[in-house]
């Protein structure tokens, strides 16, 4: 069990749906986020911290052994926030765990690395990158420090390229990228527990039948057991199809790659 895990973005929608399920995981939780954190408990370590400000990162990493990083912007933004939060961000947050001992890290990076890349393709773990969004591109630079820091330090971190971490999938394209919060969970919990991680890339995605990532070079560590196949013909009878040749059916990244890049004016 650790002993204090840090989950940085605890006030998002993913941040406070995992974290009554953590509690177990952990003798304590830090929890922190850019804005107030809602439905914290009285042990709660709950901190007020923007992740690009270098020194509030290391008070807010110093004293854990492990991190659950969702933090940062989470969906395409104009770039200014996108490079203070997961770019800036994202480096405060890898200096800070090397000079607080390294604490295991879990990346949440994104399936928009590899948006444009075709539904029709199964992908690996080493597939080229073709981000959909400066987004996307930001989690590319967030791989890359991890996998820095890991060959020029040891530093040991999980790169989860999340699918789709809802309850249910809500319509066709999260057929192939659902990834249950069961499964999210499991992850986790495998990620810590393990004597040796390294620094693998892990695609969040559960075990789809129509799914469009292989997972197997880490099947001794981790195997999804949900299947979005359960759900299709709720999403057949309730969700109207989109076209064939629709991007939201065409590519990995669906309504990403069709996202304009965004200027401070369009916010």
């Not at 001794?220 to 629709?246: G, H, K, M, Y």
């Amino acid at each position: 069990m650790l002993k204090r895990l840090l989950i940085t973005g605890a006030a998002g929608g993913l941040g406070r749906a995992l974290t009554p399920r953590l509690r177990d995981m952990a003798e304590s939780l830090r929890l922190a986020d850019i804005v107030p954190v809602p439905d914290t408990l009285p042990g709660d370590d709950v901190v007020q911290c923007d992740l690009a400000d270098a020194a509030a990162v290391n008070a807010m990493v110093a004293g854990c052994d492990g991190i659950l990083h969702l933090g940062g912007i989470s969906v395409e933004r104009p770039f200014d926030p996108i490079l203070q939060g997961n770019i800036i961000g994202l480096y405060n947050l890898y200096e800070a765990a090397r000079l607080n001992g390294q604490p295991r890290i879990i990346f949440a990076s994104s399936n928009h690395t590899v948006g444009f890349h075709k539904q029709s393709e199964r992908l690996g773990p080493d597939c080229t990158f073709r981000p959909d969004s400066l987004y996307g591109v930001s989690k590319i630079f967030g791989e890359a420090v991890a996998r820095l820091y890991f060959d020029k330090f040891g530093q040991e971190t999980a790169l989860v390229r999340i699918g789709s971490c809802t309850p249910e999938p809500q319509n066709h394209r999260m057929l192939g990228s659902w990834f249950s919060h069961e499964d999210f969970l499991s992850l986790i919990g495998a990620v810590f527990a393990a004597p040796r991680l390294g620094c693998p890339v892990i695609w969040g995605a559960s075990n789809n039948d129509a799914g469009w990532w292989d997972n197997s070079h880490i099947a001794d560590l981790w195997q999804p057991r949900d299947n979005a196949e359960s759900f299709r013909a709720q999403i057949d009878a309730t969700v109207p199809r989109p076209a064939d040749d629709d991007p939201v059916l065409v590519y990995q990244g669906g309504v990403f790659t069709t996202y304009p890049i965004y200027q401070k004016s369009d916010t």
